[in-house]
């Protein structure tokens, strides 16, 4: 007899409630002031579009990697912007190939250990779950950095 696990959220809700954050992010980027997306930091912490590289280098990557089944190193900003709308379009591009790569899931993946990027042995759905972490996280440096430039950061509810 098969045993189903409980489940608190769908795979839909949580692809749902990532690509909201990753529309709050979005809205973060545009925020920022051309010059200071790639100039302006604090306390020796890295520019914005440094930060927009890691993330374009996690979200993506990783989720090609779990889908696929294969552990590559994480590399970071491989690809040279130097545009504010490079990223945006970038951005853009990775939230589609997000829910392409999302529907090749089944729920028994989520459950299933992979070691992401050869660093982190762990269920896929905690994978996910720092994907998300991970971005919001940096997506608060962002918050520091656009009320430092006097600049109203968009509310973190309109996701």
């Known amino acids: 007899m098969k045993t189903l696990a ?3 959220i769908t ?4 692809l749902k409630h990532w690509q909201g954050h990753r529309a709050l992010t979005r809205n973060v980027i545009e925020a920022f002031p051309e010059k200071d997306f790639f100039e302006f930091s604090i306390g020796g912490m890295r520019t914005f579009s440094k930060m ?5 280098a996690i979200a993506v990557p990783g989720l090609k990697g779990i889908v ?3 552990v ?3 590399t970071e900003g491989s690809e040279k912007l130097i545009f504010k709308a490079q990223y945006l379009e970038k951005w853009d591009e990775a939230t589609a190939e997000i829910n392409q790569y999302w529907e090749k899931l089944s729920i028994e993946d989520f459950s299933a250990n992979f070691n992401l990027f050869g ?3 762990f269920p896929i759905y905690q994978n996910i779950l720092y994907f998300i972490d991970n971005e919001v996280h940096h997506r608060g440096q962002g918050y520091v950095y656009l009320r430092a430039l006097g600049i109203e950061p968009p509310f973190f509810w309109e996701r």
Do not use: G, H, I, M
Request: glycine share 0%; proline share 10%; charged share 40%.
């Open 68 to 70: 696929n089944k294969e």
């Open 119 to 121: 660093q982190y042995e």
């Open 6 to 8: 409980a489940q608190v």
């Open 72 to 74: 590559k190193p994480f």
């Open 52 to 56: 927009a590289d890691e993330l374009l």
């Open 11 to 14: 795979p839909e809700d949580l």
